[in-house]
């Protein structure tokens, strides 16, 4: 990835305001203070443009989310500064003139930050450990309610020669989703299991004849056959060896020109919102899966950060309960664009969750929400292997 970062002593600045847990009443109303001072006082010259320094990475053995966004007691401070990218591809951090204290974050801001949180992340460890917790909300087959089924996967990948990669599970369970489907689903007779028709359109992302439990299933696992492949991933489909990863480009222009090389390889020469759509989609994977060094994950930040259709939701709870920055954003789906959401802890540069979400009718005429997510646990390098 190119160089994060200009004046160092700005961004170990912000990296302190980042951090958690806030400052006290005190910092902020004096950091409120010299902001608006600085608000008022006559506009100064130009500053000289930044020098390029290199950010150096912190060592450690583990890399999981915290519980805290970008946006806390520290924001009267912290949005003193904007974060910026300039021709170059380095991070500009240097002082807004006519910023309001309570001015939420912009996307650009919002992924920036995490692009310089994510550099500084562990790039060692004896396997790749990557935790989740994947779920849908679909409505119940008689559509009176809405479902939400979980379960949980753990995967550690190695690079260690005769090691093998393996993975656990679980299934979770199911339950109505909501107090009001939950009773809507005692009227129904408070079923433990629901089977679906051959003709699931509308119920959300379920199979046909499917048969959804309430309770429950026990743990599972066992080697770990496919590496890091999905089915529809871009990158996932052709990077299937440490080999493969070691290509990919960790400078922001060059991981740009790499990954729209990979994508007109597999889907053809898409233009316009599609590209726009699947570079997003593959940054995404990138960011969330793919075991590949922080400054290149830090550089798929760094994209997003620089394309257009990324929109900031303000503070929200991801699916496990935890806060943090959501963006809405379009991919493709079936070859459709599709609408979906991105929850970032912007401090550690981690994705909490990522979100689809569409909006259905039950029988008795309320409208719902139903759709997916998959909502990442841990994500990194770590020493500590699977149980045996």
Not at 28 to 41: C, E, W
Not at 108 to 133: E, F, H
Not at 302 to 324: C, Y
């Amino acid at each position: 990835m190119d160089e994060l970062n200009d004046r160092p002593d700005e961004l170990a600045a912000v990296r302190d305001l980042l951090s958690m847990p806030g400052p006290s009443s005190e910092v902020v109303d004096s950091g409120r203070a010299r902001l608006q001072a600085a608000l008022a006082a006559p506009p100064q010259a130009p500053q000289r443009a930044p020098q390029r320094v290199p950010v150096r990475r912190a060592r450690s053995r583990w890399w999981a989310p915290v519980r805290n966004g970008l946006i806390g007691a520290a924001s009267a401070v912290a949005l003193a500064l904007a974060v910026a990218v300039p021709s170059n591809s380095l991070i500009d951090l240097s002082p807004v003139p006519a910023v309001s204290a309570s001015a939420p974050p912009t996307a650009r801001q919002i992924l920036l930050a995490a692009a310089i949180a994510m550099a500084t992340a562990p790039s060692d460890g004896a396997y790749w450990r990557t935790s989740v917790v994947t779920g849908q909300l679909i409505l119940a087959p008689d559509r009176r309610y809405v479902v939400k089924r979980q379960s949980t996967r753990q995967t550690w990948l190695t690079r260690k020669n005769g090691a093998q990669d393996r993975w656990t599970g679980r299934y979770l369970g199911a339950r109505p989703a909501t107090p009001q489907d939950e009773a809507a689903w005692r009227s129904a007779g408070s079923p433990s299991r629901w089977q679906y028709p051959a003709d699931v359109t509308g119920l959300g992302r379920v199979s046909p004849q499917a048969l959804v439990e309430a309770a429950p299933g026990p743990p599972q696992g066992g080697p770990h056959r496919v590496g890091w492949r999905k089915a529809d991933g871009i990158l996932t489909k052709q990077l299937v060896s440490w080999t493969a990863l070691s290509t990919i480009p960790s400078d922001s222009t060059a991981l740009r020109a790499f990954l729209v090389t990979h994508i007109a390889r597999e889907n053809g020469a898409y233009v316009g919102r599609e590209m726009e759509a699947e570079l997003r989609e593959s940054c995404l994977e990138i960011i969330t899966g793919l075991p590949v060094p922080p400054e290149v994950r830090a550089s798929a930040y760094q994209i997003l950060a620089s394309m257009p259709g990324m929109k900031p939701e303000g503070a929200v709870t991801d699916p496990l309960g935890r806060a943090g920055q959501a963006l809405s954003y379009q991919v493709m789906r079936d070859g459709r664009l599709s609408d979906e959401r991105l929850v970032i802890d912007a401090e550690s540069g981690l994705p909490l969750a990522t979100e689809t979400r569409s909006v259905s009718r039950v029988a008795d005429g309320r409208d719902v929400e139903i759709g997916s997510f998959i909502a990442y646990q841990q994500i990194g390098w770590t020493d500590e292997g699977p149980a045996q």
